[in-house]
């Protein structure tokens, strides 16, 4: 398969834990997007990257979010000292720098906090 | 504040109806305009785009879409829904070099 993938699928923790995700976007594209949907609402960005640079971030993205791609390959995204409010799917999807509006999305990361 | 606005959350209709979701933007200035569908257990896709050129832009499945500049909006439409069109369907616009910004969705349900 050489879709966008991501790990895990689903994550339970407790509030004030950290968590970590993992993206590997299609090989071919250079940037790489972070995105939050909870139930009922449309995707949220929260950053994106073209190749190992942030270049944007949402006002969402609080000091205990943070994003990596320090290879421009894959990326990571970690939530420090979770709070309950976080759960939500965490949706990676990556595009080209041609095409950099026709996004392809991994199936996501579900996130239950307690 | 900039936004996209998609009127309907969710809307029921029988195989072979019409369908048009509506949605609206308030983003000025340059814009791109997509339409996403997300069917049962699937991940997000693509169903089509809006550049430039014709407003009347053709997607996969029999799907279109008008962009009516004056009005800032990006209707959906299919003439005739299939059961297999179930899913739900947001409109995203990419102003200028900043990232896709997505409304909320519109859930649609087509009865046989």
């Known amino acids: 398969d050489t879709g966008v993938s991501q790990d895990p699928r689903h994550k339970i923790t407790k509030r004030g834990q950290n968590v970590t995700f993992r993206c590997d976007p299609i090989s071919e594209h250079n940037r790489l997007y972070w995105y939050r949907q909870t139930l009922g609402q449309g995707p949220e960005f929260l950053t994106y990257?073209?190749?190992?640079?942030?270049?944007?971030k949402s006002r969402l993205l609080s000091d205990r979010f943070s994003a990596e791609r320090p290879k421009g390959s894959f990326s990571t995204l970690e939530i420090q000292r979770t709070e309950q409010g976080d759960s939500a799917m965490y949706l990676c999807?990556?595009?080209?720098?041609?095409?950099?509006?026709?996004?392809?999305f991994g199936e996501g990361s579900r996130l239950t906090v307690l | 504040a900039q936004s996209v606005s998609q009127h309907n959350h969710h809307v029921i209709l029988s195989e072979a109806a019409s369908l048009e979701l509506g949605c609206n933007y308030s983003?000025?200035?340059?814009?791109?305009l997509f339409w996403y569908v997300q069917y049962p257990g699937q991940h997000l896709q693509l169903l089509l785009k809006?550049?430039?050129?014709?407003?009347l832009v053709k997607g996969i499945k029999g799907f279109e879409a008008e962009f009516i500049k004056s009005k800032f909006s990006f209707n959906l439409r299919k003439p005739s829904v299939q059961w297999s069109d179930t899913a739900e369907y947001f409109c995203a616009v990419k102003p200028g070099r900043r990232a896709l910004t997505f409304g909320s969705g519109t859930r649609l349900q087509v009865q046989p």
């Open positions: 999807a990556s595009s080209s720098d041609r095409y950099t509006g026709e996004l392809f």
């Open positions: 983003y000025g200035g340059t814009v791109n």
């Open positions: 990257f073209q190749n190992e640079a942030q270049l944007e």
């Open positions: 809006y550049f430039s050129g014709d407003p």
